[in-house]
């Protein structure tokens, strides 16, 4: 779990002064590729179904249009917010918003073959060759769904996918670096799930799409008589908390920073962060990349704090 910590931007304040950390600038490491992680950026709050592209930075790669579900939808008559919405009940993963796919189609929409929908969004900056990666996102099934599947996974391009080039029935012709295996059940509508890998990178990867690539024949689905939506046999996935990071920038983030004599030295180990100080400090804040408080510390010149339960 300690990969995907080490991905956000962390705001350290001391004693009188304000100073940055920032452990995501490029020449020293980089951290989550994914910009817009969590869908928490919107340039109009969506008021309609198959808004993804009022995300800040997200899109769909096929004829489809996938939903941004945000807070800021509440009341709308369409009923695409958060938690509620017309696919389930859910509260985000991290902050307020996330997206939702149709994974797979049974029947109805009028689509024969399984309907499919897709979110990409491009990095930050292109993959290297030879350099190994690492990926992690969540995943919940919309619990208003006949069927949800566990067949989701991510594909890295070099190229943006035209919206042109696959028809909503057939799913995109690429094999995708990470796979969710099929005893990683994604079927809990209570919970978000965490689907993770790691792969070598080919070089030049600049675009993640997340979705099911898996043909009928290798979609394997599970009936949930959960369906509230007459006559659409579907499954819905909700995805949040996108993180992508080279696997070398997981172990100790080096050089040392240096402001106003107050020199932190982080180091991430085995599940946990660990911030020292040449000298005591009053108060530590540590604040996320959009801005939300996650931690408060004071007193001592060192301590830690548990990756899993103060960031996910």
């Given at each position: 779990?300690?990969?995907?910590l080490?991905?956000?931007?962390?705001?350290?304040?001391?004693?009188?002064?304000?100073?940055?950390?920032?452990?995501?600038?490029?020449?020293?490491?980089?951290?989550?590729?994914?910009?817009?992680?969590?869908?928490?950026?919107?340039?109009?709050?969506p008021?309609?179904?198959?808004?993804?592209?009022?995300?800040?930075?997200?899109?769909?790669?096929t004829?489809?249009?996938?939903?941004?579900?945000?807070?800021?939808?509440?009341?709308?008559?369409?009923?695409?917010?958060?938690?509620?919405?017309?696919?389930?009940?859910?509260?985000a993963?991290?902050?307020?918003?996330?997206?939702?796919?149709?994974?797979?189609?049974?029947?109805?929409?009028?689509?024969?073959?399984?309907?499919?929908?897709?979110?990409?969004?491009?990095?930050?900056?292109?993959?290297?060759?030879?350099?190994?990666?690492?990926?992690?996102?969540?995943?919940?099934?919309?619990?208003?769904?006949?069927?949800?599947?566990?067949?989701?996974?991510?594909?890295?391009?070099?190229?943006?996918?035209?919206?042109?080039?696959?028809?909503?029935?057939?799913?995109?012709?690429?094999?995708?670096?990470?796979?969710?295996?099929?005893?990683?059940?994604?079927?809990?509508?209570?919970?978000?799930?965490?689907?993770?890998?790691?792969?070598?990178?080919?070089?030049?990867?600049k675009?993640?799409?997340?979705?099911n690539?898996?043909?009928?024949?290798?979609?394997?689905?599970?009936?949930?008589?959960?369906?509230?939506?007459?006559?659409?046999?579907?499954?819905?996935?909700?995805?949040?908390?996108?993180?992508?990071?080279?696997?070398?920038?997981?172990?100790?983030?080096?050089?040392?920073?240096?402001?106003?004599?107050?020199?932190?030295?982080?180091?991430?180990?085995?599940?946990?962060?660990?911030?020292?100080?040449?000298?005591g400090?009053?108060?530590?804040?540590?604040?996320?990349?959009?801005?939300?408080?996650?931690?408060?510390?004071?007193?001592?010149?060192?301590?830690?704090?548990?990756?899993?339960?103060?960031?996910?």
């Amino acid at each position: 779990m300690n990969k995907y910590l080490k991905m956000k931007k962390i705001f350290l304040i001391g004693t009188i002064v304000w100073f940055l950390v920032s452990i995501a600038t490029k020449g020293i490491c980089q951290y989550n590729l994914v910009p817009n992680p969590s869908f928490e950026l919107y340039d109009t709050c969506p008021d309609n179904v198959g808004q993804i592209y009022r995300a800040i930075g997200w899109s769909s790669p096929t004829q489809t249009s996938p939903d941004y579900h945000n807070v800021c939808t509440n009341g709308n008559p369409w009923n695409i917010g958060v938690p509620q919405n017309v696919h389930g009940y859910q509260f985000a993963k991290d902050g307020n918003g996330y997206a939702g796919i149709i994974s797979y189609t049974v029947n109805g929409l009028g689509i024969a073959g399984g309907f499919r929908e897709y979110v990409q969004i491009q990095l930050t900056d292109s993959l290297i060759a030879g350099k190994e990666y690492s990926l992690g996102f969540y995943v919940s099934p919309g619990d208003s769904c006949k069927y949800t599947t566990n067949s989701i996974g991510a594909y890295f391009s070099h190229t943006k996918i035209d919206t042109i080039q696959s028809p909503p029935n057939v799913p995109l012709p690429f094999l995708p670096q990470i796979q969710n295996p099929q005893n990683n059940n994604l079927n809990d509508r209570s919970i978000w799930k965490k689907v993770t890998g790691t792969f070598i990178a080919s070089g030049g990867e600049k675009y993640i799409i997340i979705g099911n690539f898996n043909d009928t024949t290798n979609t394997i689905l599970t009936y949930t008589s959960w369906d509230t939506i007459p006559l659409i046999s579907i499954a819905v996935h909700y995805i949040d908390g996108i993180i992508v990071t080279p696997m070398d920038s997981l172990t100790s983030i080096s050089p040392p920073i240096k402001y106003n004599n107050l020199q932190p030295l982080i180091y991430n180990y085995n599940n946990h962060i660990s911030v020292s100080f040449d000298v005591g400090i009053k108060n530590c804040f540590i604040y996320n990349n959009i801005g939300q408080q996650i931690y408060h510390y004071s007193g001592e010149s060192k301590y830690s704090l548990d990756i899993e339960t103060k960031f996910f």
